[in-house]
């Protein structure tokens, strides 16, 4: 059986004014878009927290 694959444009591709820039994920609240260049990373949100897209962290829900 297959999972089915999950695609996204990739927000890295047209970051060019600075090296690392943050980006929601589009999957899950609970993780976000590392740009290291044109690589993406997805990184979680520690336990408790979800990703704050205005102030660029992981917060805690409110």
Known sequence: PSCGQNTVPNP???TTTMPEQYHPFQFSAQAFIQC???LLYVQPCA???IW???EKVCDRLE
């Open 47 to 49: 336990p408790g927290l």
């Open 12 to 14: 890295c591709l047209t």
């Open 36 to 38: 290291n260049g044109d």
């Open 52 to 54: 704050n897209k205005e």
